[in-house]
RNA sequence: GCGGGUGUAGCUCAGUUGGUUAGAGUAUCGGCCUGUCACGCCGAGGGUCGCGGGUUCGAGUCCCGUCACUCGCGCCA
């Protein structure tokens, strides 16, 4: 017989009744009844139950273990009585008589209860996650993210991708996020950094004619987190040669609608093939972001030409200043109170918005001040121009234009959630095409990328040349599901002389791309094939199929909202030989912190991997 | 860096207008129980009310500061 298991606990069934079996297991739950014991005991797999009576002299043993001991059962398997039987329980038909246990391991008292679905606080649940990944809802979200990337690993082979690695130590590079830094013993005051993504390796594998490539790639990015952003993240990341913006859609599309839709639990998936193009200026306009959640069935309009002459002196002036006037619909509001609309403001000004305005209708009268003072013709107008009913009411944002986008965007997510709009049970996807290529810093004052410089520019060389730089858009797109920015990617620009003018609209010099870039370019000036692709997030993709809020949740080890591994003490102090070796002299609060770390937490113990 | 929320027993939470010895469930420990499956019953231990300061006769409760976690903004593909 095998040492520790001829079954596992899930396997057992009516057919096995009378069998010698040994299971192993953690001890789930455990029933005293004096004379009688119940254990439930659980792998990885299922849970049977082991019974023991005082004939067994497994009983007084199970007895004095606690929850979470791992032991061996031999025993035999019995059928349950009809009344007995256990319908939750695939293994519900039988129990296993236990003739004897060996006990594995004893578990200590425990930080958090495994067979309970209690929430507890997350530092408890990340300094102990070997405890938290037994419990039956992360256990699920682990192995359904592994079952998501060996999915999206088959669809992509089966589409001839090749799978490749790439660098983990790399070279820092100017744009984009910040890089972690990791220090070079060999080369003194010199610094590898971690991949944001391994952008230019897979540009390079096309130049090298390896045609289609994808990877589950890591990547790091030093930034502040969120609850869908984690500093170390999967990218499917993938690349294709000789390809149209069309051919990349093609080629994803049916991989992501694919995966969603074995995954999604009978939720509805826009099928592939049909997700919606929007363009960039019409999601700012219609949906005031850049990853709209098409769920919500409500679109933002843009007013201002209501609002050149007004009674509403406030509109009146910012429009009058250049800026503009945004409104979203509030249908079949008529019974609201003013409450409803007053709070919608303070929640406005709450996230630092200068103010939310309201017009509400109920049976074709308008009421509140904007309606008061534009007139009711001039409402009715709009009322009418927008398609509106007279128990809608409406929403005002007014500012400049970026300000007012921004807050009509997140009224549209607030009133459409307040009012229940938004759609349940479906996985709406879309892609966000024809980014611009340059936008003004206010800051800088100057033209600059607004994505990634490497995309390709809409009419090349040609529309660098001629076209006003802000107006010029790029070959560059985003897949978004229920407002999750699942992907960014784009056509990349292969042509070196087109790369030099881009970056010389953004105001950098031929000398500046050369020393930045010069893997890069010297490769695209020794026969480069156009290629682009795309990188979805695997993290997101299984945070929304798990239908979890957070990225934590799929993650087996993640760091904290303050990049902290708790269990592993990441980041930790180093010893100051560990130090020296890296040519890092630390100072101020960093030499501080050094200081005051305790001996032991300095001592290296050396230990080999494998 | 900024704003919101939370912080009371190992854990989940209650705690009134500031008022006697801060409670419940769960976990732990002890006892009872032969058919449970979130078993049940009896009992016990367990508290720097995040921390520091202030107001007050009196603070878990009010005020100020600070720390931790978290959500969002800034930042970030």
Known sequence: MHAYR?????????????????????????????????????????????VADEDSPA??????????????????????????????LPTGEIEVFARAVTVQSKADDLPLIVNSAEDYPEETRLKYRFVDLRRERVHANIMLRNKVITSLRRRMTDQGFSEFQTPILGASSPEGARDYLVPSRLHPGRFYALPQAPQMFKQLLMVAGFDRYFQIAPC??????????????????????????????????PVLAGVFEEFSGGKSVTPAGEFPRIPY???????????????????????????????????????????????????????????FFDDMNDWARKEGFAGLGYVTRKGG????????????????????????????????????????????????????????????????????????MFEYDEELKKVDFSHNPFSMPQGEMEALENTDPLEIKAWQYDIVCNGYELSSGAIRNHKPEIMYKAFEIAGYTREDVDANFSGM???????????????????RIVMLLADEPNIREVIAFPLNQRAQDLMMG??????????????????GEALEVQKDASEAETTRVDQAGE
């Open 365 to 436: 009268e308008f009421g509140g001040p904007i309606a008061k003072n534009h007139g009711e013709e001039g409402m009715l107008k709009l009322y009418a121009e927008l398609g509106l009913g007279e128990n809608d009411g409406l929403f005002f944002a007014a500012g400049k234009e970026k300000d007012a986008a921004k807050l009509a965007g997140a009224a549209r997510t607030r009133v459409g959630e307040e009012l229940g709009l938004i759609e349940e049970n479906c996985f709406k996807f879309c892609w966000i095409v024809d980014f611009p």
């Open 220 to 253: 790091f990015r030093d930034e502040d987190l969120r609850a869908d952003r984690s500093p170390e993240f999967y990218q499917l990341d993938f690349e294709m040669s000789f390809v149209t913006q069309d051919d990349v859609f093609d080629a994803i599309e």
């Open 6 to 50: 001829t079954h596992t606990c899930a396997q057992l069934s009516k057919a096995d009744v009378g069998e010698a079996v040994r299971l192993s297991g953690w001890v789930h739950r455990k029933r005293d009844h004096g004379g009688v014991l119940f254990v439930d005991l659980r792998d990885h797999y299922g849970i049977t139950q082991i």
């Open 570 to 587: 990441a980041p930790s102090v180093v010893s100051a030989r560990q130090l020296r070796d890296v040519h890092i002299r630390l100072s």
């Open 59 to 88: 009983l007084p043993v199970l007895d004095a273990l606690r929850l979470e001991s791992v032991v061996t059962i031999d025993g035999e398997v019995k059928a349950r009585d009809a009344a007995a039987v256990n319908a939750n």
């Open 281 to 339: 200026a019409e999601t700012m306009l219609k949906y005031g972001t850049d990853k709209p959640d098409l769920r919500n069935p409500l679109v933002i309009s843009d007013v201002t030409e209501h609002f050149t002459s007004s009674g509403f002196g406030l509109f009146e002036k910012i429009v009058g200043g250049g800026g503009r006037v945004r409104v979203i619909p509030a249908p079949a509001t008529h019974e609201k109170s003013r409450k």
């Open 521 to 539: 370019i010297e490769a695209f000036k020794l026969g480069a094939p156009p290629h682009g692709g795309s990188a979805p997030g695997i993290d």
